[in-house]
Structures are given as structure tokens and as C-alpha cells.
């Protein structure tokens, strides 16, 4: 008849007890899943924990993730009725012979101590963590699951695909800003399905699109290729072919890269440190390195646009969300992803926010990007243009570019920097979005406000895709507020392959403006220290 809360300091034996008893149907094991978490905490393996009666779950590992250090209550909802569990109870576990219930235990994570018997709805909401939502499973537990990303190392980490969520407790509403999580239940969903899940929650939110629920995913995905039957999830996944299938199903426009067909690519991609050496005369390992790092720059960019890449392993499936970044790069003459030492993905075999080391192994699963096969990116509708030929088109009109500055500054640069110097981060944005920023940059100073002016009133189509040229001298600072690029190229992102893409050039002082209905001459101007400008981050 009522609502029911409980409270509980965190750590404390109460709350190990109270969870035991929800996923193990046990109380005494809550002394080796303290005893668990605590070990993962201090950095120590599990296996150089005392033996223990319980598995390094995705829930422990939860409890014990750096994102939530600074947790110090938890809130258990009991008979929580959760969208995303039911549609997977009325798919499967309804249909079982054991009785399995239909609603959840919620977990409500907040940074401020409350005693047992205070009203939950009255915590302070800039407390709030986060929620996760336990299923009445025998295994794999955890199910919807939203938290901060960890705050460690700002400027250098960057968790780019992050939305606003909320939660309600009592009526009173809550959020929190950061990326769907969830575990496969390996009955309706494998892990291709939890990563499909993840990755469509958070275009839902942040690209307004619709909520997909576990069941329809699975529906989606099998629609037109069926290996199996339909329930239990088959024992092997989905395939990619199915996958491609599901992301079309929501409205998605889905890209599959497979890092063995880029050995008959010469875009160029890979760091300029190995692309002088032709495969041929490489040994195997270093050949991969070459391919790993060009798969990864075509992840880069889009991860950087704030939109999330499957990447696909032998036998597993995880998402792409954000990435770490190397301000102190020594080189002259780099590729933009010799920057970039890692991404971090959600993992539903292991947990969220895991970092993946783009040239070695994370230590805790043993994996790594050259562990990845193929990646699936995504893009709203009409973003037909792809982010590699985006910044290739960039590439060629900076290179032209020479020639119009002389043009419109009626001087010989020789300050005009050669290509093989510079460096081109590319990335999708709204045009509103970049509206916006220019507007605020300018209103502060830190923008040429005649250039923002002009480059504000220029009619755009709803996203754009963005490449920033710059140096290795003006990224070499650990403020990030401090980092700067030398001029950027704005291209229409629904322009074909083989058009001109191009829609504005600021670079070196100069704006060029191009008319895509072609009636207006193009306009050009010089505007005396208007670059270099600042650098922006995608997780700003």
C-alpha cells in the first residue's frame, strides 16, 4: 500500500546485508562482498582478495567504481516498477515455469550523509549521484543504470557522450547528467544488445529520438535475419549484420568500419610516425598498429561529435563514449589521434566508464583497441557526409587556401603553415550549438565580434561538421581554456561525397563565406587578429 524506502550509510554492513538478501537470496555473504568491493577500491586484483563467495560482478564493480568515491548514502527503492525490466519480463521471464517478479529494487546514490528515518525526498538534489536498477534475476543483475562520470582529471579525460536524466523519489525529481548503462540479461539480450541499448537511450535523449525498450531491440535485430530462435537470446550474440539492422529500426543511419578493409585505404589517417613506412617492409605487429590507429581516428571523430561507436571484439560488443587526451605531445608534426592514448567505453561484462588503451592493455580486463575488429558509428538522418571525408575536404581547402589570403590581405604569407604541420580535428555539431558558441565567445571578448557576426548570420542546415586546424604549439598547454587552433572550415554534413562542401573558411585572419544555393557571390574579408581562436571541447 506504501512506498517503501530504506536508507543506508554507505559503506555500512546494513546496506551489504539488505543487498545480499535482494541479489543472493543470502544475507551471510555480505562480509565477502564488502570485503570485495573494498578490495577493488585499494586497486588490489580480485584474485589477490581473499577467496570470497561471490563473482566480480558488474554490481560490485559499481560500488566499488572511482565515480562513485564519494558516496555516502544510498537510498533502496523497493518494488521498483522499471520500463526496460518489464519489457524483458513480458518477452522472456513471464513465460518461465519459476515465478519471477516483475519489479525491481532501484539504487539511489547521493554524496551526503541522512539518517535511516529522514524523508528521501528531502535530499539535497546537487547531492545526486545517480540510480541503478537491480533486476529480480538469479544473475546479471544490473539492469538501467545512470551515474556521474568520475570527476579525476579534468581537462585531460573527457566523457563526451553524456545526457540529462531524471529520477523521482516521492514526486520530488532528481538528476543527473551521464551515459545509460546496462548489463545483458543473456535471456533477452547478449551483449550486442546491451550496447545497442545504451547507445539508442542516449540518442533518445540527447538527439530526440525515441525510446527503444530490450524487446523491441531484440525484435529489430532479428527482423530480417533470424540464426535462432527468438527467446531465449541466441547463445552467440547478434552479428553485425543484425546489429546494422536494429540501429536502421530506430531511425538511425549506421556506418560499419572493419579495421582488415582499411588495409586497402590511403587516406592517411594513421600517425605520420608510421604511415612513411610502407606496410610491406613492417613486421606483422607493427602493420596492426598502423591499422588500429586508423580505425581509431575514424572512432575519434565521431565519439568527439558526442556520438557514441560500437566497437565490436571477437565475441563481445561495448560503446565508445568519450576519450583521454595528450596536451604534451613533444613532435612537431603529428595526426590529431597520437593525442588521444585511450577511449572510455561502457563494458556490460564489466562496468561503466572503463578506459580502453588505444596501444596497450587495460590492466583490469585485459583488453585493449587493437583487440577491436570493426566499429558501427552513427549519425542523425541528415548527416549524409561522413566525418573522414569531411576532414579530407577540410584538408584540400586549407591547402588551396594560400591563395585567397594573399588574395584578400594583398600580401605574400609566408607565415602560411605547410600542411604536413598542422593538425585537423574534426567533429559534428548543430548549427544552432555553434551558433551559440560563437555568440557567447563573442559577447566575452573572445572571439573577433565582427567575424562572429558574420559567421552567425550565415544560413546553415541543421548540423554541420566542423575541422579545426591547428599546431602542436598552440595545443601545448594543460589548460584546456588555453589551447587554441589556428582557424576552422565549417562544411554542410548533407553535401555528397563528391561535392564541395564547403560553407565557411576562418583561417589566418581571413573568413570566406560560400553560398550553397550558389545565387551569392562568395564574401571575404579580413579581419586583423582574429586567429588564432579558442580550442572547443565537444564535452564542454
Known amino acids: 500500500m506504501w512506498k517503501n524506502f530504506r536508507v543506508h550509510p554507505f559503506p555500512s554492513e546494513q546496506l551489504y546485508r539488505d543487498l545480499c538478501q535482494y541479489l543472493y537470496k543470502d544475507q551471510q555473504r555480505h562480509l565477502a562482498v564488502a570485503d570485495h568491493v573494498a578490495a577493488i577500491r585499494s ?84 547531492s545526486y549521484l545517480g540510480f541503478a536498477v537491480l533486476r529480480p534475476t538469479e544473475s546479471n543483475s544490473l539492469g538501467r543504470t545512470i551515474i556521474l562520470p568520475p570527476s579525476t582529471n579534468q581537462g585531460v579525460n573527457f566523457i563526451t557522450c553524456t545526457a540529462s536524466f531524471s529520477a523521482t523519489i516521492l514526486g520530488e525529481e ?58 531465449p537470446s541466441d547463445k552467440d550474440g547478434l552479428t553485425v549484420a543484425q546489429m546494422l539492422d536494429a540501429l536502421r529500426g530506430m531511425g538511425f543511419e549506421p556506418t560499419h568500419y572493419e579495421k ?29 598498429r598502423i591499422y588500429t590507429k586508423r580505425l581509431a581516428e575514424i572512432a575519434y571523430r565521431y565519439i568527439e561529435s558526442k556520438l ?43 562496468a561503466p566508464y572503463i578506459e580502453l588503451p588505444i596501444l596497450a592493455k587495460n590492466p583490469l580486463t585485459g583488453v585493449g583497441f587493437s583487440d577491436v575488429k570493426s566499429i558501427i558509428a552513427v549519425t542523425p538522418k ?68 565582427e567575424a562572429a557576426r558574420r559567421l552567425i548570420q550565415v544560413d546553415y542546415p541543421r548540423f554541420v561538421w566542423i575541422t579545426e586546424v591547428t599546431t602542436s604549439d598552440l ?21 555528397s561525397k563528391k561535392a564541395n562542401s564547403i560553407i565557411a573558411i576562418h583561417f589566418q585572419d581571413v573568413l570566406v563565406v560560400k553560398d550553397r544555393q550558389g545565387k551569392d557571390p562568395d564574401f571575404s574579408a579580413h579581419y586583423s587578429r582574429s586567429t588564432p581562436v579558442s580550442q572547443w571541447f565537444s564535452a564542454d
Not at 215 to 228: C, M, P, R, T, V
Not at 443 to 448: A, C, D, Q
Open 308 to 350: 557514441p561507436v560500437i566497437f565490436n571484439l571477437k565475441d563481445h560488443a561495448i560503446v565508445a563514449i568519450g576519450h583521454s587526451y595528450e596536451w604534451n605531445v613533444l613532435q612537431p608534426s603529428i595526426a590529431t589521434i597520437d593525442r588521444i592514448p585511450s577511449f572510455f567505453v561502457h563494458d556490460d561484462g564489466v
Open 260 to 288: 582488415s578493409a582499411l588495409k586497402s585505404s590511403t587516406d592517411g589517417s594513421a600517425g605520420r610516425d608510421f604511415m612513411d613506412c610502407p606496410a610491406s617492409l613492417v613486421d606483422e605487429e607493427a602493420e596492426d
Open 475 to 495: 595545443l601545448r598547454d594543460p589548460d584546456k581554456l588555453r589551447r587554441q587552433c589556428l582557424g576552422r572550415v565549417i562544411m554542410d554534413s548533407t553535401a
Open 43 to 126: 586497486g588490489r586484483r580480485p584474485e589477490e582478495s581473499p577467496p570470497s563467495q561471490v563473482e566480480t560482478t558488474p554490481v560490485i564493480r559499481l560500488l566499488a567504481h572511482e565515480a562513485l568515491a564519494q558516496c555516502k548514502t544510498v537510498i533502496f527503492e523497493d518494488d521498483y516498477i522499471d520500463r526496460d525490466f518489464f519489457s524483458e519480463f513480458s518477452s522472456f521471464y513471464s513465460r518461465c515455469f519459476k515465478s519471477y517478479p516483475s519489479r525491481c529494487l532501484r539504487l539511489h546514490f547521493l554524496n551526503v550523509e541522512m539518517p535511516s528515518e529522514a524523508d528521501v525526498s528531502s535530499s539535497p538534489k546537487e
Open 382 to 449: 541528415s548527416a549524409s557526409l561522413s566525418a573522414e571525408d569531411a576532414e579530407a575536404r577540410a584538408r584540400i581547402a586549407i591547402q588551396q587556401f594560400r591563395n585567397v589570403v594573399e588574395a584578400v590581405t594583398d600580401a605574400h604569407n609566408s607565415q602560411f603553415p605547410e600542411n604536413n604541420r598542422l593538425e585537423f580535428r574534426t567533429y559534428l555539431l548543430p548549427s544552432i550549438h555553434f551558433q551559440q558558441l560563437l555568440r557567447r565567445q563573442s559577447s566575452s571578448g573572445v572571439f573577433h565580434q
Open 174 to 231: 532528481f538528476k543527473v547528467q551521464g551515459m545509460p548503462f546496462i548489463q545483458q540479461d543473456t535471456q533477452v539480450g547478449s551483449c550486442a544488445h546491451a550496447a545497442l541499448w545504451m547507445l539508442a537511450r542516449y540518442m533518445a535523449k540527447h538527439f530526440h529520438f525515441r525510446d527503444f525498450l530490450p524487446g523491441e531491440i531484440n525484435s529489430l535485430a532479428k527482423a530480417h535475419i533470424q540464426l535462432g530462435r527468438e527467446y
